[in-house]
């Protein structure tokens, strides 16, 4: 999966109506060309009928226990703001031990980047970190 087919999944995952001419301009490139990678996605399960299959699009997931009396959504506005690149990322907030749950592509170089940036936001008591490496 590339810059493209993120930038088509995350398009969709937005607005499942967006046209293939908006996502087109978003990725600069041709209304065909994205024809033609919906098309790809949907063979190769990563979309089914404009519903995104989530479990192909994530590879790492941080498990987050905030400090008392912290904002989840303003921790989570931190943590997407720290990918610094359009990646995808999908973020739950719980009633469980772990207070946010975020999901998240990034290349496996920058994992442990993203770990680092993710530790140095004010809120965060701790973050458990799940590499996922294979689907099952």
């Known amino acids: 999966m590339d810059k493209i ?3 088509i999944l995350e398009s969709l995952r937005l607005n499942s109506r967006a046209s293939n001419i908006s996502i087109a301009k978003k990725a600069e490139v041709s209304e065909g060309t994205i024809r033609q ?15 995104i299959n ?3 699009n994530y ?7 905030t400090a008392p009396g912290s904002d989840p959504s303003e921790i989570i506005k ?10 995808s990322c999908k973020a ?7 207070d946010i749950i975020f999901a998240f592509n990034v290349s496996i170089d920058d ?14 008591d701790n973050i458990d970190y799940v590499n996922i490496t294979e689907e099952l």
């Open 54 to 56: 989530s479990l192909h």
């Open 92 to 98: 739950y907030v719980t009633r469980t031990r772990y």
């Open 37 to 51: 990678r919906i098309s790809k996605l949907k063979s190769k399960g990563s979309l089914k009928e404009f519903t």
């Open 5 to 7: 087919d993120e930038i």
């Open 111 to 124: 994992h442990m980047l993203f770990l680092g940036e993710a530790k140095r936001i004010l809120g965060i």
């Open 59 to 65: 590879n790492g997931i941080f498990l987050i226990e």
């Open 78 to 87: 931190k943590l997407k703001s720290a990918l610094q690149k359009p990646f």
